[in-house]
C-alpha cells in the first residue's frame, strides 16, 4: 500500500512539474528583452513552485544549517555536491541571481533549453575540455563581476549516495583567478529524489552551506582541495537518512 501511495504522490508530482514548465518556459522567452535579473526571476519561479509542490504533495521538505554564511552583499562561487534534480530546484531558492555552468546541448531543447539560455547561463562544450574550462574563467569572471553567483557541479554528473566522483578543477581555477570564494555545499538529496529514479520519499534533506573558503593566495588545487574535503566529510555525517 505504501508503495502505492508514494507512486502515487510522485506522479502526481511529476505531472504539476511538467505541466508547469511550458507556461515558465514560455514566459521567459517573453521576457528576452528584459534585463537579465528580471529573466532569471521568473525563471526561478517555477523552481520556488516545484520546491513548494514537493514538500506539499510528497511530503518532501529541507532544512539548511549555515544560512549565515550567505552574504547578502558578496556573491561567489558555489561548489555543490550533485545527486539528483532536487538541488537544481533548491539552490534557486536558496540564494539569488545565479549562472549555471551548463553542457550547451540544453540549449537546443525547444521551449524549455530556450527559456534556459534566455537566463544567461554558462554554456560548455564538455567533449572540448581546454574549450570548456575557458568558457568557465572567461564567462565565470564576467558575471562574477556582475553580482551573480556561479553554480557548479565540481563532480560534473549525479552521483548516487555513497559515491564520490573526481573532483574537477573549474572552481578552484575560478576562485584564483577572479578573487571571489568559493562557497561548497553538501546534501543528501539522492536519498529521497535518487538519481535517475521517479519515486520521491518522503522526509527532510538535509542542506549545509560551509563557510565560504577565502582565495587568500592559494593555489587553484589548494582551494579545490579545501572545497572537496568540506562537502565529502559533511557528506559522510549525512548520508544514510532513510533505507
Given at each position: 500500500?505504501r508503495?502505492?501511495n ?5 506522479s502526481?508530482?511529476?505531472?504539476c ?12 522567452i517573453?521576457?528576452?528583452p ?9 525563471a526561478s519561479g517555477?523552481a520556488i513552485?516545484n ?5 506539499k ?5 529541507h532544512?539548511i544549517?549555515g ?12 561548489l555543490c555536491?550533485h545527486?539528483?534534480?532536487?538541488e537544481?530546484?533548491a539552490?534557486?531558492t536558496?540564494?539569488?541571481n545565479?549562472a ?10 525547444p ?10 547561463p554558462i ?7 581546454r574549450a570548456a ?6 564567462q565565470g ?15 560534473g ?8 566522483g573526481n ?5 578552484g581555477?575560478l576562485?584564483?583567478?577572479s578573487?571571489?570564494a568559493?562557497?561548497p555545499?553538501?546534501?543528501?538529496a ?8 521517479f ?5 527532510v ?13 592559494d ?6 582541495a579545501r572545497?572537496e574535503e568540506?562537502?565529502e ?9 532513510i533505507?
Amino acid at each position: 500500500m505504501r508503495k502505492i501511495n508514494l507512486f502515487l504522490r510522485s506522479s502526481l508530482f511529476f505531472a504539476c512539474m511538467s505541466l508547469s514548465t511550458i507556461p515558465f518556459s514560455a514566459l521567459v522567452i517573453l521576457c528576452w528583452p528584459l534585463p537579465q535579473p528580471t529573466r532569471y526571476k521568473v525563471a526561478s519561479g517555477w523552481a520556488i513552485l516545484n520546491i513548494w509542490l514537493l514538500d506539499k504533495i510528497c511530503g518532501l521538505s529541507h532544512q539548511i544549517e549555515g544560512l549565515e554564511n550567505v552574504s547578502t552583499d558578496k556573491n561567489g562561487i558555489i561548489l555543490c555536491k550533485h545527486q539528483s534534480a532536487w538541488e537544481t530546484l533548491a539552490l534557486q531558492t536558496i540564494f539569488p541571481n545565479q549562472a549555471w555552468v551548463l553542457k550547451r546541448e540544453l540549449f537546443r531543447i525547444p521551449i524549455y533549453g530556450w527559456a534556459l539560455a534566455a537566463t544567461d547561463p554558462i554554456g560548455i562544450n564538455r567533449q572540448d575540455k581546454r574549450a570548456a574550462l575557458k568558457a568557465i574563467i572567461q564567462q565565470g569572471i564576467e558575471k562574477l563581476k556582475q553580482g551573480r553567483w556561479i553554480i557548479i557541479f565540481p563532480e560534473g554528473t549525479r552521483m548516487a549516495p555513497g559515491e564520490r566522483g573526481n573532483y574537477g578543477g573549474s572552481g578552484g581555477l575560478l576562485a584564483h583567478k577572479s578573487g571571489y570564494a568559493i562557497t561548497p555545499i553538501a546534501h543528501n538529496a539522492g536519498e529521497f529524489w535518487r538519481r535517475r529514479g521517479f519515486i520521491k520519499y518522503p522526509g527532510v534533506i538535509q542542506v549545509r552551506i560551509g563557510p565560504p573558503i577565502q582565495v587568500k593566495g592559494d593555489k587553484a588545487s589548494e582551494l579545490n582541495a579545501r572545497a572537496e574535503e568540506w562537502i565529502e566529510s559533511n557528506m559522510a555525517e549525512i548520508n544514510n537518512q532513510i533505507g
